[in-house]
């Protein structure tokens, strides 16, 4: 087979040269940044350089959005602070009619953000459409759900009949949600959301390579209305910006990198303040003998290559039985081969472009490095020019050592590698290999055994017959990592209770705990043990 036999294909729209979408005009564009938080009078005269991204498509300059300076996040907090007052007043029910208008109004000009989140990262529209889904149904979902998860919570008092107790929540009062670039749309609101309808305010600060998907979000939620003041949104470098976030929030929710997420959880920690962290992975895939190969090979091929492999939950390594193992590896690099390369704003192609030149630079070092130390590229392994500037092809690889970089080191890019395991082996016992404990999955006929060997796996979700997507997208599960793939979950009864305080509001009635003015600590004491022992005979708590 020559090179070019090789080749991946590109979609047939991918000579089109990609510009910025029409309708995004510098009109436009002014109007949401007026929804950046920032007063120039803070800066003496001299506010911070404005920032300009990089359009992965074609490399031309996205816009230019001003940045903020810690002053400004300091002011977004005390606004914040004060529209919050009012909001954790307004009734559940209303909240969530805010959030299910703004719902509403995503689906229906869903179009729009497709294009923003194209144009600011590169990937695939299907992939871009996939935010809007998630972003969806977390929106019906908290907005259905909220006031279920935040009702106050009756339990039985110290003395029962005479003390009366519940547990409430509270906000927590300004959250602070700093998201990255790879899913501006799901990691930049579906916490906002969640933190919003359990009465807090918000800051938000927007990752640099894309505001403008947040800042159209943020417009959005104004239509659907959100009260102006609640949510905020900053902008600017994040060791500038995101650190002042953390050193002025109530609580921190932070999506990154796990060196990131470590050095906001000791900053956190100094302050006294939670931080829920979801950081990176380096997910495992098992195929059992008894595996649907051919299913199997299609479900790795998306866990791996989609958003071109730029999710903290896609598969990097893959353990196949050694009975199955060449009908498999045959068959991801069949489904591989077939995928379509391609930069458009129509479904045309299946992998879109990688978001930088350093992320291209990073993918291309680790399979460069394998490939050095004698590891096989079954498929893929190249840049790709042709298609795009930073378009590189969905690479399979086989022969990989704990010699290599890429053995444990996050790739974060459409790169997975293979790995035989023997008969009487055991592959949890590899999946578990490493610090990181973010996702994982299994690929067996046998559910019964397929669930034993999940509750063994050290990871926050396990997918059976599915390589990501069957738990990420069941909202009313917690989803997140364990190890050095983070703290705390979002989704679920987790994902808004921890933007929230516990508190325990206690009313004692008609006699006092403890001796009464007529009795002496000794009688007190006598007649309390000889009630804890009759309790403990009845099987009361």
Request: glycine letters at 10%.
């Amino acid at each position: 087979m020559t090179s070019e036999q090789g080749r991946i294909p590109a979609s047939p729209t991918t000579a089109v040269v990609v510009a910025r979408p029409g309708w995004v005009t510098d009109e436009v564009v002014a109007g949401w940044c007026e929804r950046v938080r920032r007063d120039v009078t803070r800066h003496g005269g001299s506010a911070p350089e404005p920032t300009t991204a990089v359009a992965p498509y074609d490399l031309s300059p996205t816009a230019t959005v001003p940045a903020c300076a810690p002053e400004d996040v300091a002011a977004a907090v005390v606004s914040a602070r004060r529209a919050q007052h009012a909001w954790a007043g307004t009734p559940v029910a209303r909240r969530g009619a805010v959030v299910l208008a703004f719902h509403d109004l995503l689906l229906r000009r869903q179009e729009e953000v497709l294009d923003l989140v194209q144009w600011e990262t590169g990937k695939a529209r299907y992939h871009a459409w996939q935010e809007v889904a998630q972003v969806a149904t977390i929106a019906r979902y908290y907005a259905r759900r909220a006031r279920h998860h935040l009702a106050p919570r009756r339990v039985r008092g110290m003395v029962p009949g005479l003390t009366k107790v519940r547990e409430v929540r509270v906000p927590r009062g300004v959250v602070g949600v700093i998201s990255p670039w790879n899913y501006p749309l799901y990691l930049g609101v579906g916490d906002v959301l969640p933190a919003l309808l359990a009465g807090n305010a918000v800051v938000s600060r927007a990752d640099s390579q894309t505001p403008l998907t947040m800042l159209w979000t943020r417009a959005l939620m104004a239509e659907a209305g959100l009260p102006d003041d609640l949510w905020q949104v900053v902008t600017g470098p994040g060791p500038v910006v995101g650190t002042a976030v953390v050193d002025t929030v109530d609580f921190v929710c932070f999506t990154g990198s796990t060196a990131t997420g470590r050095a906001v959880a000791e900053r956190a920690a100094r302050r006294l303040v939670g931080a829920s962290l979801e950081l990176g992975g380096k997910n495992p895939l098992i195929v059992r003998e008894d595996a649907d190969v051919a299913a199997a090979a299609a479900g790795t091929a998306v866990a791996a290559f989609a958003n071109t492999g730029q999710m903290c939950v896609h598969v990097e390594r893959v353990y196949v039985h050694e009975r199955v193992h060449d009908a498999f590896r045959d068959e991801l690099v069949r489904v591989t081969r077939a995928l379509r390369l391609g930069r458009s704003y129509d479904y045309s192609c299946d992998i879109g472009s990688l978001v930088s030149p350093a992320r291209l630079a990073a993918v291309e070092a680790h399979v460069e490095d394998a490939v050095g130390h004698g590891a096989t590229v079954l498929v893929g392994g190249r840049a790709r020019p042709d298609v795009g500037p930073l378009h590189y092809e969905p690479t399979v690889l086989e022969g990989v050592t704990p010699a290599m970089a890429v053995f444990g080191e996050e790739t974060f890019g459409p790169v997975v590698s293979l790995h035989p395991y023997a008969e009487g082996s055991d592959p949890v016992a590899l999946a578990n290999q490493g610090s990181y404990g973010l996702s994982a999955s299994i690929w067996s006929k046998d559910g019964r055994e397929a669930q034993r060997m999940a509750r063994r796996i050290r990871s926050g979700s396990v997918n059976i017959n599915d390589g990501a997507a069957a738990a990420a997208g069941s909202v009313e599960a917690g989803m997140g990592g364990m190890g050095d793939s983070g703290l705390g979950r979002r989704h679920g009864a987790e994902g808004i209770l921890k933007f929230t305080e516990s508190q325990t509001i206690a009313a004692q009635r008609l006699l006092p705990l403890g001796p009464s003015p007529k009795s002496s600590a000794g009688a007190f004491v006598r007649r309390t043990n000889r009630r804890l022992t009759l309790l403990r005979r009845l099987g009361v708590r």
